[in-house]
T-cell receptor
């Protein structure tokens, strides 16, 4: 199984809502990532978890809160988002030593209204 | 500043034409290099990767890339493109000093005329 599964595929939320994005992988990878991709732009790294600990936070606003409950799951909790946060949110996983490629999920298309 | 540069933003080719997409990076030291492809409506997929060894690497779907250390480049090539190669292509770097931090270039949109 070389899949990274993200749910939901689409999400529309208001600026006062609280929602969560979920990501799951069963490849035994111990690094998991959140990326944000705006239209016609490259993915931008947000967070990296390595061995279930947050290792990189690319100065992401606190309205985005990641969580890694176990080695297979990664969540992104959303609260009080802005319309400019609308984007495709991608989850990825890899081994944490840098010597493997990352596998990407299909993403959650988020629209903030 | 450390970065990954893709100078071709949009490339338009006819079927059977040869392709070369440029990628340069500015990280010092050892890096791992990747080309990912994003077909319309699909997730990012790995085309090929370079970690060490032979600087000419072959990937899926007839793509290859050459790592030239002295030029900090990792250009993607395909001798004869097909309409199905229409996609967005991203060069990416994982600097050894920042294991598990994959940084993407700005991407090149490839359009193939049938």
């Amino acid at each position: 199984d070389t899949e990274v599964t993200q749910t939901p595929k689409h999400l529309v939320m208001g600026m006062t809502n609280k929602k969560s994005l979920k990501c799951e992988q069963h490849m035994g990878h111990r690094a998991m990532y959140w990326y944000k991709q705006k239209a016609k732009k490259p993915p931008e790294l947000m967070f990296v978890y390595s061995y279930e600990k947050l290792s990189i936070n690319e100065s992401v606003p606190s309205r985005f809160s990641p969580e890694c409950p176990n080695s297979s799951l990664l969540n992104l909790h959303l609260h009080a988002l802005q319309p400019e946060d609308s984007a495709l949110y991608l989850c990825a996983s890899s081994q944490p030593d840098g010597n493997t490629e990352a596998f990407f999920g299909q993403g959650t298309r988020l629209t903030v209204v | 500043a450390q970065s990954v540069s893709q100078h071709n933003h949009h490339v338009i080719l006819s079927e059977a034409a040869s392709l070369e997409l440029g990628c340069n990076y500015s990280y010092g030291g050892t890096v791992n290099l990747f080309w990912y492809v994003q077909y319309p409506g699909q997730h990012l997929q790995l085309l090929l990767k370079y970690f060490s060894g032979d600087p000419l690497v072959k990937g899926i779907k007839g793509f290859e890339a050459e790592f030239i250390k002295s030029k900090f480049s990792f250009n993607l090539r395909k001798p004869s493109v097909q309409w199905s190669d229409t996609a967005e292509y991203f060069c990416a770097v994982n600097p050894y000093s920042s294991a598990s931090k994959i940084i993407f270039g700005s991407g090149t949109r490839l359009s193939i005329r049938p």
